[in-house]
């Protein structure tokens, strides 16, 4: 069998630069300032990146082995999300119990969040005030888990016998169904934007093309630039054209293309983004995703996710006079930041031994 094209193994430029860029932007939105920065571009970033993340490593190791340990696979995976998941988790309850924060705390609302089920149990299932104020944004990592408990399986068994392009067009005829269902349900009488925005079923396509752009547009498969610090003048144009409908889709307002194919439309501008971004991280726009501490806050990311949300919901009830963003926001920050050094310093670091293990 002759083993797929990888991308060759090295740190791929501006990728935390990305992270930090789009985890600030989540936690700006919840901060206050939601009807300026669209926190939903935020998310579906993340999705994309982490599609394009996790092919890249899946095509590494398929070319380095002949095969995907699947198995490893998921362990990692555990190792990688689990323990963080449960301090917040921990905190959070501990919170509720003990007064300071608002929300309830029940077995079934604890282990949908443990079980990767947040966002079908938000969907279907809570009767209300179940969960702790501010674990909401679990919704999307059991997106993502629904998504990688299938995925692997459906990498190894199309990578094995058929080219990245083949698996890329079978990976775009699932993006199309994809945006169809939302077209459909967003017809439906009684429709509410719950039900696309949060939901595995309609949100898989975000990281689709994440993973497209990783089997047939990756960055790295294209020979070094000769010069970082300067796109080609049709990159530029491609460039242009991706923050264009990046900027026109956080506009739209409207119920039916904000709920159909704006997710779409931000995945498609992303191509142009993270290709530019990747290979010229010396050029000026891209030139601070790299810089040391931006970085730091990109690997920080996962962490800062999972707890700026309770800490947001924490200061609105206990810190009144805080609550304008420009006191918010800084605040948020800077605690979730702490939060996030004490997960990489006493959690990660450990876990990121461990995972090494299983490569």
């Not at 005829?173 to 349900?185: D, E, F, I, P, S």
């Amino acid at each position: 069998m002759t083993l797929p094209h990888a991308p060759p193994r090295h740190e791929i430029a501006s990728l935390d630069g990305l992270r930090a860029v789009s985890v600030v932007i989540v936690l700006v939105s919840h901060a206050g300032l939601g009807h300026v920065v669209p926190g939903g571009l935020g998310v579906t970033t993340f999705f994309f990146l982490s599609g394009f993340l996790i092919t890249t490593l899946l095509r590494r190791e398929l070319a380095a082995s002949g095969t995907v340990h699947i198995g490893r696979f998921y362990l990692r995976r555990m190792l990688r999300l689990g323990p963080p998941l449960l301090l917040m988790l921990a905190i959070a309850y501990g919170l509720v119990l003990a007064g300071p924060l608002l929300g309830g705390t029940t077995w079934q609302g604890l282990a949908a969040q443990l079980l990767y089920f947040a966002n079908y149990y938000t969907l279907f299932f809570d009767p209300g005030d179940t969960t702790p104020h501010g674990t909401g944004v679990l919704w999307s990592l059991a997106v993502e888990e629904h998504f990688y408990l299938v995925y692997p399986l459906l990498f190894l068994g199309l990578m094995r016998s058929r080219r990245p392009a083949f698996v890329a067009g079978v990976f775009g005829v699932l993006c199309v169904a994809v945006l169809l269902w939302r077209m459909y349900l967003v017809g439906q009488p009684g429709f509410h934007y719950e039900r696309t925005y949060y939901a595995s079923d309609t949100r898989m396509d975000t990281i689709l093309l994440g993973c497209i752009m990783a089997l047939v547009a990756h960055p790295l498969d294209l020979p070094p630039a000769a010069n970082t610090s300067q796109p080609s003048r049709g990159e530029l144009i491609g460039l242009g054209v991706g923050l264009l409908l990046v900027a026109v889709s956080v506009s739209w307002r409207e119920t039916w293309p904000r709920e159909t194919i704006r997710y779409t439309v931000q995945c498609a501008a992303l191509f142009p983004i993270f290709r530019a971004a990747i290979r010229y991280p010396d050029f000026a726009l891209f030139r601070p995703l790299n810089w040391g501490w931006v970085r730091t806050l990109g690997v920080y990311s996962y962490a800062i996710y999972l707890i700026h949300h309770v800490l947001i919901q924490l200061v609105e009830v206990r810190m009144p006079a805080a609550r304008h963003p420009a006191v918010m926001v800084p605040l948020v920050l800077a605690l979730s930041v702490v939060f996030a050094a004490f997960v990489e310093r006493v959690v990660e670091s450990r876990m990121r031994v461990v995972r090494a293990r299983l490569r």
